[in-house]
């Protein structure tokens, strides 16, 4: 039987590690595998990262929820905050032609984190930020 995650973390950058171990036990628990567990961290590192420096930095009560489920044969992960709205989703216009050395700086990381979910969706409901991000596990 698939188990689910779900977590609500203090928006610190210090809990993405706690958060990992999490994953990775959901991944254990549902037989993902390790590919696919490693870029969820990934994703969740960088979205986590984003939020905490850049939409919550002087909330009191910030929060980050996340919940994971296995449905189908589709990996379902949502993170919710309660930050400043911000859709990732929309066009970051990130560089990925150019050079490193003739990059400006942001925006790749979301473009990475897009790139390996097969379907995101934003929205922002009750005063959260909603991202959703469903990866096909049947997708080498």
């Known amino acids: 039987m698939a188990e689910e995650l779900n977590v609500t973390i203090p928006a610190r950058l210090s809990e993405v590690r706690e958060l990992s171990s999490m994953v990775e036990a959901f991944g254990d628990a549902n037989g993902l595998p390790d590919p696919k567990v490693f870029v969820i961290?990934?994703?969740?590192?960088?979205?986590?990262?984003?939020?905490?420096?850049?939409?919550?930095?002087?909330?009191?009560?910030?929060?980050?929820?996340?919940?994971?489920?296995?449905?189908?044969d589709t990996l379902?992960?949502?993170?919710?905050?309660?930050?400043?709205p911000f859709d990732p989703t929309r066009d970051t216009n990130a560089d990925v032609t150019s050079s490193l050395e003739e990059r400006s700086i942001g925006g790749l990381g979301l473009h990475l984190v897009k790139s390996f979910a097969d379907r995101v969706a934003y929205e922002f409901v009750g005063g959260r930020n909603r991202l959703t991000m469903e990866h096909d596990l049947t997708r080498a």
């Open 76 to 84: 379902i992960l949502v993170m919710e905050d309660n930050g400043q």
């Open 41 to 72: 961290n990934l994703a969740l590192d960088e979205l986590i990262t984003n939020t905490v420096t850049h939409g919550l930095e002087d909330k009191a009560d910030a929060e980050i929820r996340i919940r994971m489920r296995v449905r189908a």
